[in-house]
């Protein structure tokens, strides 16, 4: 591929923009390669601006479960924009789109909307110490919520990628108050608990993690962390950002029959413009401001372009057979990549759950924590990533991230996927 234009939009993009980015991951520097500047998007493809096309299976990292400009959200955000893009005012398409979360995802009574994800955890987890009276929260080493700096403490994702411990900028003061505990391995969990349970208020998890490459949780593991943080009054909080709409319509709670404290959404709600949520019981969510002391707020807040789009999208999710169809894409995605790396003798494994898989270059026989997750050959992905990208197929530009299939991917494209995979892998070992 010809990808002369890209190499020169990066370089004057460096002279402007902090390491030519607005977001790390984006830089390619983990896969030694220069970010494809897009032009345009449809459907299930993307295009940059040497012309390149490619099926996209980044799917902007998440939020693109219908594709590229489907032509249901242009229609609601181009209307929404014809009538005022932003007034700092209720609007009552925001009542209409939480009346619709409520209704997808019953564990939440109240929601607030946001501007990200990143907004979405830093003020749930306020909400969490605020309600229950308690300063210590526990994440999982490799789960990432965002860049708020409570959560930049062994986190996954562009941190992971990247090779940062912590980032430097956060204080000991703040990092001291999360505790960090290992994904699936409840005794972690139990031994912060048996230390400082009195002041723990919550525990915050991504429920399949999806930031160190998608790692599925052990049965037991939401269960028994549920049982945990009921014993100890502390609340349990899902970080749905990925999951949330994904793997099932009422996100991996539905799917894993667990019901946490408090959900937090991202990336599908804003049906591919920048909304985050948070959200729970009437009880948690009336100790927000103005219902109650914990202040929160946001001039852009509920923005009617993308509250719109966050329903319009909802309202295409809830349509009869949406989910069964991703599962038969994806099952038959996940499914076409483990025949391929059998049939070219490649150690790895692909871990899907819905909508949402990796392949990891690794070889451990199961991938389900972060542990195992970092042992993967992140070289081996640089050199089989440059070589699929080279067959136009776009995946993200990291081993420890997911593969989202889009409700736009086709048979065909499925198709012509397998057989880019095939090759890439094909041409690595040889
Ligand atoms: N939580 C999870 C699970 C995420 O995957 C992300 C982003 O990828 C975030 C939070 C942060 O969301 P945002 O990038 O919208 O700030």
Redesign the pocket.
């Known amino acids: 591929m010809n990808i002369q234009k890209s190499i020169e939009a990066f370089k004057r993009a460096k002279n402007a923009i902090a390491g030519g980015v607005n977001s790390p991951v984006r830089a390619y520097s983990s896969v030694d390669s220069t970010p494809l500047f897009i032009d345009r998007g449809k459907g299930s493809k993307v295009w940059d601006i040497d012309g390149n096309e490619y099926i996209d299976f980044v799917s902007s990292?998440g939020p693109l479960i219908l594709g590229h400009a489907h032509p249901r959200i242009l229609e609601a955000v181009t209307k929404a924009a014809e009538k005022g893009t932003s007034f700092g005012a209720p609007t009552e398409t925001e009542t209409e789109i939480a009346e619709l979360v409520k209704e997808m995802v019953p564990s939440i009574e109240r929601i607030r909307f946001v501007n990200?994800?990143?907004e979405a955890?830093m003020s749930g987890i306020r909400l969490a110490r605020g309600y229950t009276g308690k300063d210590y929260i526990v994440k999982f080493s490799g789960c990432?919520?965002?860049h708020g700096d409570a959560f930049l403490i062994q986190a996954g994702?562009g941190v992971m990628t990247l090779g940062l411990p912590d980032s430097p900028g956060v204080t000991k003061g703040t990092a001291g108050d999360t505790l960090v505990a290992h994904y699936n391995d409840l005794e972690s969990v139990q031994q912060l608990f048996d230390q400082y349970g009195d002041n723990i208020a919550g525990v915050i998890l991504?429920p399949v993690a999806?930031?160190m490459g998608t790692v599925p949780p052990d049965p037991s593991f939401l269960k028994g962390l549920k049982k945990i943080t009921k014993k100890h009054q502390s609340l349990l909080i899902f970080?749905e950002?990925?999951t949330g709409f994904r793997v099932a319509r009422g996100g991996a709670q539905e799917y894993y029959d667990v019901t946490p404290d408090m959900t937090?959404l991202?990336k599908i709600i804003g049906g591919g413009l920048p909304v985050?949520a948070f959200g729970g019981s009437k009880e948690i969510m009336e100790h927000l401001s103005p219902a109650g002391p914990v202040y929160q707020s946001g001039t852009l807040s509920g923005n009617p372009l993308a509250m719109s789009a966050g329903k319009a999208m909802l309202n295409e999710l809830n349509k009869e057979g949406f989910y069964e169809n991703m599962e038969s894409k994806s099952k038959k995605i996940a499914e076409g990549m483990e025949q391929n790396i059998k049939d070219n003798g490649i150690t790895g494994t692909v871990n899907r759950v819905g909508s949402m898989m990796t392949l990891f270059f690794n070889e451990k026989e199961q991938i389900n924590s972060f542990e195992s997750a970092s042992a993967s050959d992140t070289k081996r992905y640089a050199e089989f990533f440059r070589s699929i990208s080279n067959k136009g197929i776009y995946l993200a530009p990291s081993q420890f991230e997911c593969m989202f299939v889009s409700e736009a991917h086709s048979d065909d494209d499925i198709s012509a996927f397998l057989e880019a995979h095939y090759k890439a892998l094909q041409e690595i070992n040889s």
């Open positions: 990292y990200s994800g990143t955890t990432f919520h965002g994702s991504e999806g930031n970080d950002v990925m937090i991202g985050g």
